[in-house]
Each structure stands twice: as structure tokens, then as C-alpha cells.
């Protein structure tokens, strides 16, 4: 029998026991050790006015190609 056969299945040991795997997911951190969203407020806000900032840069684009094609037809 080639080595290629007798070596067919997956090597086992490298990927983690079921055990392991079950055990850290009943883990559970403290409540002191869980983030809070009080620092996301600033990111939110700042992302949200980019937004709507790209939103009229957008719209801002489009009325002026659409009015310098309509020049350009008529």
C-alpha cells in the first residue's frame, strides 16, 4: 500500500478535542470584564455624519451631470 493511502484520513491531532471546544463555550466572563458601548457613541455619531455627507456629495454629482447633459442635448 502507497504512503499516500495509509495516510488518507485527516491528521487529528491537530485540529482541538470536542472536550476543549465544549468547555469554552460555557465559559463565561465577568459583567466587570464585558465592554460597555459607552465609547461608541462618538464613532456612531461621526460615522453617521459622514454618511449623510457622502449622501449629498452623491446627490450633488448627479444633478450636475444630469443638468450638464441636459445642456449638452438641448
Not at 465559559?27 to 449622501?55: C, E, H, K, M
Request: aromatic share 14%; glycine share 6%; charged share 20%.
Amino acid at each position: 500500500m502507497s504512503d499516500f493511502l495509509s495516510h488518507s484520513s485527516a491528521d487529528m491531532s491537530v485540529f482541538p478535542r470536542r472536550d476543549d471546544l465544549l468547555s469554552r463555550t460555557e465559559q463565561t466572563s465577568p459583567v466587570n470584564d464585558r465592554r460597555w458601548t459607552d465609547g461608541y457613541l462618538l464613532p456612531v455619531v461621526f460615522l453617521s455624519i459622514a454618511g449623510a455627507a457622502s449622501v449629498v456629495w452623491f446627490g450633488a454629482i448627479g444633478w450636475t451631470s444630469w443638468r450638464l447633459i441636459n445642456w449638452v442635448i438641448s
